[in-house]
Structure formats: structure tokens, C-alpha cells
């Protein structure tokens, strides 16, 4: 019987000890769980073969280097409220192919460095004492250093589901989660407003059972870029992201590799 109640009292200490779930660690564990903040999904990846025919001006593609990518969620939680900003750095590699050996299934390519940051902030409200997300803004990713020699003035999404959506301000214009409901197999077109058009080719990054990339088609007559994809066929939560690159990031010289992105939030029901 003592050795029993020493087994018992040794469970209650371990019991007792057991840390509290605090609202930080609840909210962080839905941000983990959730795909419109799984960025690495549409930010990387190394083009296929098909792909090598279709992938725009330049073949190119981002190569993240495994287990680089670094996240920070601030979590400010105010009665039953909470703001998060989320962070992302990647690291890797932006690869302009110069060659592909179809027999031997090898890629040639001029590398320049890449470290990339991109930034989300995002609305949580605790209902029925579990929080949810209510509003999620766009994204922003940017080089960590140097700066595109153009700006993005603002993104139009239109969409039939969800209508049509401005974004002149991507970190700071929320998005109800109710607002971004798309329709499986949905035709979006996405039309991106530079400062300057011929400084740049865009493309539009989305997933379609895998990572998609399209190049942008640009209109001088009407002033903007535009490009028109299906939305998947799976449930879920995404992102889809107009990339503008600089026309120098492709020269096979030593020119720096610099653009300007922003994404918006979609779930498929």
C-alpha cells in the first residue's frame, strides 16, 4: 500500500506540474495549422520539365535552401481580442536556367543570393472561449536588401464568388474571412498596377494540387498586367501572389535580383 500511495503521489506531482495553455500558445498553434500561413508552399521550388517551355521571358525559379526559412508571430492578445503580425525569411538562391539536358534530367543555371521577407497581420477573436480568425490582411514579400526599381501602386483581384478586390495597402486593408470564399474551378483575374511597366515581368504564383506559376501578360493600352487563373478543385486555404521581378534580376550577369510582391487570401469550399 505505501509503495501504491508513493506511485500515486509521484503522478499527481507530474499532473500538477502540467504547464497551462496560455492564448498566445492556443493562437500560435492555429497559425501552424493553417494554410493561409504556410508561405513556403507558393514562395519555392524547382521547376519541372514542362514547365521549362512555359515559364515566361526567362526560366527561373527560387531554390529556398531546406530548413533555412525563419518565423516570427507576434501575438498582442487584449481581452478577447489579439493582432498578430507574422514574419518569414527565406533563404536561398534565385536560379536563371541557361540550360536543361532532357537525358540526363539536369538544369545549368547562373545563381544569385536571396533573402526574402514577407510580412502578414491578421485580426483573432475568442468565441464561445476558443479563438478564431476573423480578419486577415494581404501579403507583403520584399527583398531583406535593395529595393526594386519600381512600386506596386495597387492589385486587382476580381473574382465571381467574392466580387472584386482593391489593394493599395496590403499589410494594412483586412480581408473578413467570410469575404474570401472562392468557388472550386472559379476563374480569378488578377491585375497589377506598376509605376513603371516596362521595368518588370510579373507572374502569378498559386496552388493547383502543386505550386503553379503564370506569367502576366502586360496591356500598355489600359496601364496594368493581368493575368487570369482557375482556382483548384480542392478544398482548403490558400494564397496566390503577384510576383513583379526586375527586368535586370534575369540577366545572367552579376545584377542584383530585386522585385516587389504582394498576395492575397483565398479558401476553396
Aim: glycine share 8%; aromatic share 14%; with cysteine.
Amino acid at each position: 500500500m505505501k509503495k501504491l500511495f508513493l506511485f500515486l503521489a509521484a503522478v499527481g506531482v507530474v499532473v500538477g506540474c502540467k504547464k497551462a495553455t496560455t492564448d498566445e500558445d492556443e493562437i500560435r498553434a492555429l497559425l501552424e495549422s493553417d494554410g493561409l500561413f504556410n508561405l513556403g508552399l507558393i514562395w519555392g521550388g524547382s521547376p519541372d520539365t514542362a514547365s521549362l517551355k512555359t515559364m515566361g521571358p526567362q526560366n527561373w525559379y527560387r531554390h529556398i535552401w531546406p530548413d533555412s526559412t525563419i518565423k516570427n508571430y507576434t501575438i498582442t492578445v487584449v481581452g478577447d481580442s489579439a493582432f498578430v503580425h507574422a514574419t518569414w525569411v527565406f533563404k536561398g538562391q534565385f536560379r536563371v536556367i541557361t540550360g536543361y539536358d532532357f537525358s540526363a534530367d539536369t538544369l545549368t543555371y547562373v545563381a544569385k543570393p536571396l533573402e526574402d521577407k514577407a510580412e502578414r497581420n491578421a485580426i483573432f477573436k475568442k468565441i464561445a472561449r476558443r479563438w478564431r480568425l476573423v480578419k486577415i490582411s494581404g501579403v507583403k514579400f520584399s527583398p531583406n536588401m535593395g529595393s526594386a526599381p519600381f512600386t506596386i501602386d495597387s492589385v486587382i483581384v476580381i473574382g465571381t464568388s467574392s466580387g472584386t478586390k482593391v489593394f493599395k495597402d496590403p499589410l494594412n486593408e483586412f480581408l473578413d474571412t467570410s469575404q474570401i470564399f472562392y468557388n472550386a474551378g472559379e476563374n480569378v483575374e488578377v491585375r497589377v498596377f506598376l509605376s513603371d511597366l516596362n521595368a518588370a515581368y510579373g507572374y502569378i504564383h498559386h496552388w493547383n494540387n502543386s505550386h503553379h506559376r503564370d506569367a502576366m501578360i502586360v496591356d500598355t493600352s489600359v496601364g496594368y498586367m493581368s493575368r487570369t487563373y482557375a482556382i483548384t478543385t480542392r478544398a482548403g486555404r490558400y494564397n496566390a501572389v503577384a510576383d513583379i521581378i526586375s527586368r535586370p534580376s534575369f540577366d545572367t550577369s552579376t545584377t542584383e535580383y530585386l522585385y516587389e510582391a504582394w498576395g492575397f487570401p483565398y479558401i476553396v469550399r
